[in-house]
Every structure is written in structure tokens, then in C-alpha cells.
């Protein structure tokens, strides 16, 4: 449990770097697509970037990152105690996949789509070692 709560901690410090690597990516790929759809609609590029801004922040998986994060550090917490925590650990762990379920929703990144997929297995195989614990 130790190792795979470890490696989700790894996988998220990944999916932190990708995402911000790939702010101002989805900026300009958001200003070019409503170029595009506004081609025959005059607005002028400060107007256009903000619209652009908008929908990046949607985008946006810092927030998630954050909590996850404390979560995760929370769940390491529990396993490296020596106490009965399985129906907390359980909790925790239905809050993690919440999360890593809203990262892969807002992101339209292949490399951090790939490791919410590897996250939520992950995920899953601690929730399933929880589960015969209790």
C-alpha cells in the first residue's frame, strides 16, 4: 500500500508539471480556435485573448492538484500508522478518485490523461486492499 500510495504521490507531481507546461499551449490553441469561429465577427485581439483566458482557466487543474494532493498525503498518513483507519482510508480514497476523476474531465492532454488512467488504477488496487482489511 505504502508503494502504490508513493506512486501516486510521483504520478501527480507529474501531472503538475505537464499542466503547467501545457497553460500556455491550451491559451493559444483557444485563441486560434475562436479566431476561427469568430472569423467574420470583428472583435479585437484583447477581447479574443480574454475569451481565450476564460476557457483556459476552465481547463485549469490546479485546484484539483491541490486538494489531491492533501489527500494523498493524508492516506500516506493513515498507512503508515499503526491504528484501524480502513473506513478512513476508504473515505480518502473515494475523494482521490473524485479528483483524478475531474483531471482527466478538464484535461485534453494525452501525457496527463495517460497518467490519470495509471493514477485510478492505482487508486483502485489500494481501495481493493482496503476492502479486505476491513
Known amino acids: 500500500?505504502?508503494?502504490r500510495v508513493g506512486l501516486l504521490i510521483?504520478?501527480?507531481d507529474e501531472i503538475?508539471?505537464?499542466a503547467q507546461q501545457s497553460i500556455e499551449?491550451?491559451?493559444e490553441g483557444y485563441k486560434t480556435r475562436l479566431s476561427e469561429?469568430?472569423?467574420d465577427i470583428e472583435l479585437d485581439?484583447?477581447?479574443l485573448l480574454q475569451e481565450a483566458v476564460v476557457l483556459a482557466e476552465k481547463a485549469d487543474v490546479s485546484e484539483e492538484c491541490?486538494?489531491?494532493d492533501s489527500h494523498l498525503v493524508?492516506?500516506?498518513e493513515l498507512v503508515e500508522t499503526d491504528g484501524s483507519a480502513g473506513k478512513r482510508m476508504n473515505f480518502l480514497l473515494q475523494e482521490i478518485n473524485r479528483e483524478i476523476n475531474t483531471i482527466g474531465a478538464k484535461t485534453s492532454e494525452i501525457e496527463i490523461t495517460r497518467r490519470v488512467i495509471d493514477m485510478k488504477e492505482k487508486a483502485e488496487q489500494i481501495k481493493e486492499q482496503v476492502q479486505n482489511v476491513l
Open 16 to 18: 503538475k508539471s505537464l
Open 74 to 76: 493524508q492516506l500516506k
Open 25 to 27: 499551449k491550451v491559451k
Open 45 to 47: 485581439d484583447s477581447r
Open 66 to 68: 491541490v486538494r489531491l
Open 1 to 3: 500500500m505504502k508503494k
Open 10 to 12: 510521483s504520478t501527480l
Open 37 to 39: 469561429l469568430v472569423q
